[in-house]
């Protein structure tokens, strides 16, 4: 997911929300996301352990590339270019289930 589509989605969000809803929808989203360059920096460090893959929820790809110890130092390299976009779209399926239930909280307030 580019980054300009990724930032444009949650402010179109955003923006379709009430000043009360909006407040709590930014506040939930910054505690919940992780940070796409803190993941690069994961990878970067610790990336042939996985640890950048389990902190994004992969934990399957997390434990192959621990038993490979990063693929021998490829897949390592691979993600570099991968891990952003793998964290904004895990950011974006939580943003939307964050969404979802603020929305449907408000319309059992109106109901």
């Known amino acids: 997911m580019n980054r300009f589509i990724y930032e444009a989605e949650l402010m179109e969000m955003a923006a379709a929300l009430s000043d009360s809803e909006r407040d709590r929808f930014i506040s939930l989203v ?4 992780q940070n796409p360059l803190v993941n690069f920096g994961w990878n970067m ?12 929820g ?3 790809a997390g434990f192959l590339k621990l038993i490979t ?14 891990i952003g976009n793998r964290t904004r779209v895990k950011n974006m399926e939580k943003i939307h289930y964050i969404y979802d ?7 059992f307030r109106e109901d």
């Open 30 to 33: 910054q505690a919940e996301t």
């Open 45 to 56: 460090w610790l990336g042939f352990l996985g640890i950048d893959r389990f902190i994004v």
């Open 58 to 60: 992969d934990i399957l």
């Open 69 to 82: 110890l990063g693929g021998f130092g490829i897949w390592v390299i691979i993600d570099c270019f991968l």
């Open 101 to 107: 239930s603020i929305v449907k909280r408000s319309a």
